[in-house]
């Protein structure tokens, strides 16, 4: 399944690459792509997610949720748990929405009005859940967590980090804009140890430099930055184990599969044992 940024929603057959249907819909598209069953979910720029039927693409319902005056950067992020869709929106709302009926079950503000004017500095992170809670953070220096049911707000620590966080057991771990590796207990939202990963990079440096994402495999955690390197940092410890140089600018975020470390630069995808 493909939904694009003209409005326009395509099924490819994986094996042969055929298109099976495409359909055009109102207004281009801004984020994953979730399936259920028989339906599919999406939500486009005005901030409105739609369902879709899988078979040929015809809508079955959509949720217009309030719009903002200017085209967010980030791209929506959604999960499905208990028969919920959950997704946000350029302004910062999360909403859950019954996957049969399409009605809204709850809503959170996280933002405050002003931000309708400036969703375009507005950034993110995907959400995430454990089952019981999702979690997410943004640039703002905000980082939630939010009951799955009930949609009322468990804790938020200041943190600032458009970064996908990890849940591991009864911890959670992101790395903030500015380089830092957060370890946060998970149901009480403490934050339990800082470590600075890029503390022997002269301020220059720093100042030049963003976490473009990360993984966790074994017992180290694998931070690619927008200057081409790959930094291996010790989960236990905290401390900086190597730094790797793999290309000369952004690189993607790493990816575990088969016990091997992938990175795409360039165009090209860089494989590590």
């Not at 207004?27 to 999406?42: L, Q, T, V």
């Not at 929506?76 to 919920?84: A, V």
């Not at 790959?230 to 016990?259: Q, T």
Request: aromatic share 12%; proline share 2%; with cysteine.
């Amino acid at each position: 399944l493909v939904a694009d940024s003209i409005a326009k929603i395509s099924n490819i057959n994986l094996e042969t690459g055929n298109l099976i249907w495409s359909k055009k819909s109102e207004y281009p598209f801004n984020s994953e792509i979730k399936i259920f069953k028989d339906k599919f979910f999406a939500v486009d720029f005005k901030n409105t997610l739609r369902c879709f039927y899988l078979k040929d693409g015809t809508e079955c319902w959509n949720i217009k949720t309030e719009e903002s005056f200017t085209v967010s950067n980030s791209k929506f992020s959604m999960l499905i748990k208990d028969n919920l869709v959950i997704y946000n929106n350029s302004l910062g709302d999360i909403t859950a929405v019954d996957i049969l009926s399409g009605l809204i079950q709850w809503q959170l503000p996280t933002q405050t009005s002003s931000i309708m004017n400036e969703t375009y500095s507005f950034n993110f992170s995907k959400l995430v859940s454990d089952g019981s809670s999702i979690y997410f953070s943004n640039n703002k220096n905000q980082f939630y967590s939010v009951d799955l049911k009930s949609g009322t707000m468990n804790w938020m620590s200041e943190i600032n980090s458009i970064l996908t966080p990890i849940i591991i057991g009864n911890f959670i771990f992101t790395v903030s804009e500015n380089g830092y590796l957060f370890t946060i207990q998970k149901n009480e939202g403490n934050i339990i140890r800082i470590n600075d990963i890029y503390k022997n990079f002269n301020l220059k440096k720093r100042k030049r430099i963003k976490p473009t994402g990360f993984t966790i495999g074994g017992n180290n955690l694998y931070l690619t930055n927008s200057d081409g390197n790959l930094i291996v940092i010790s989960l236990s410890a905290g401390n900086v184990i190597k730094i790797e140089k793999v290309g000369r600018d952004l690189l993607s975020k790493p990816l575990i599969y088969d016990e091997n470390l992938f990175i795409v630069k360039n165009g090209s995808i860089t494989q590590y044992d």
